[in-house]
């Protein structure tokens, strides 16, 4: 399985655009770029996902590099809400087995 | 949105004991569920798939006779750890697939976790 690489931490001030990054250099052609995020003690809650174009939803939006080696979730103003870690994970098309990486742990500041 | 629920939320059981968890969609049927476990300060490791009407799969190094996998409906997964001791006090995720028809997303749902304590 096509793995993903992450900074461990991020911190952003409240209201202030945050902006993940994500590498996954060996992704495939079928496989589609996730992006979940975790409270704490909490299960993993959808952020949104993509396949090659960027996508917008209310909650983030996902930006996709050309070569798709490389993601970025872009929370577009962080609230004390948004701390959490967030996990990009690449899901091969038909099979819906998830295999989480590291994550990055979000502190957002008042 | 689509719900998955977990029960218990926590549990503290003794040692040797065995100790059953469910996983219900609410509103959708589930063919395929999966359970996780995570321990304090790290990711969620992807533990079995588990089938509606046929046996889990289990990943590598995962024992299918210590965490039991029973998936007899379509709304309901359970999982079972026997005989369970200290080093399996974990985190118990499981999560569940929904077609989103009007949105044409296909996002998984994830419980909200069982909390387990073996003393």
């Known amino acids: 399985d096509a793995k993903t690489t992450q900074p461990n931490s991020m911190e952003s001030n409240e209201e202030e655009p945050v902006h993940l990054p994500c590498n996954h250099s060996t992704i495939s052609g079928t496989d589609y770029i996730h992006w979940y995020r975790q409270l704490p003690s909490q299960g993993p809650e959808y952020v949104i996902h993509?396949?090659?174009s960027n996508v917008n939803n209310r909650m983030a939006s996902l930006a996709i590099a050309e070569d798709r080696k490389s993601s970025t979730l872009i929370l577009h103003r962080a609230t004390l809400r948004d701390a959490a870690v967030y996990y990009c994970?690449?899901?091969?098309?038909?099979?819906?087995?998830?295999?989480f990486g590291s994550g990055t742990k979000l502190n957002v500041k008042p | 949105g689509a719900v998955v629920s977990q029960h218990p939320s926590w549990v503290i059981c003794k040692s040797g004991t065995s100790v059953k968890i469910e996983c219900r969609s609410l509103?959708?049927?589930?063919?395929?569920m999966f359970w996780y476990r995570q321990f304090p300060k790290q990711s969620l490791m992807l533990m079995a798939t588990s089938n509606e009407g046929s046996k889990a799969t289990y990943e590598q190094g995962v024992e299918k006779d210590k965490f039991l996998i029973n998936h007899a409906s379509l709304t309901l997964s359970t999982l079972t750890v026997t005989s369970a001791h200290p080093e399996d006090s974990s985190f118990y995720i499981c999560?569940?697939?929904?077609?989103?028809?009007?949105?044409?997303?296909?996002?998984?749902?994830f419980g909200q976790g069982t909390r387990l304590t073996v003393v």
């Open positions: 993509g396949l090659t």
């Open positions: 509103d959708f049927q589930a063919t395929t």
């Open positions: 994970i690449l899901r091969r098309n038909n099979f819906n087995k998830f295999y």
């Open positions: 999560t569940a697939w929904e077609r989103q028809v009007k949105q044409g997303v296909t996002e998984a749902f």
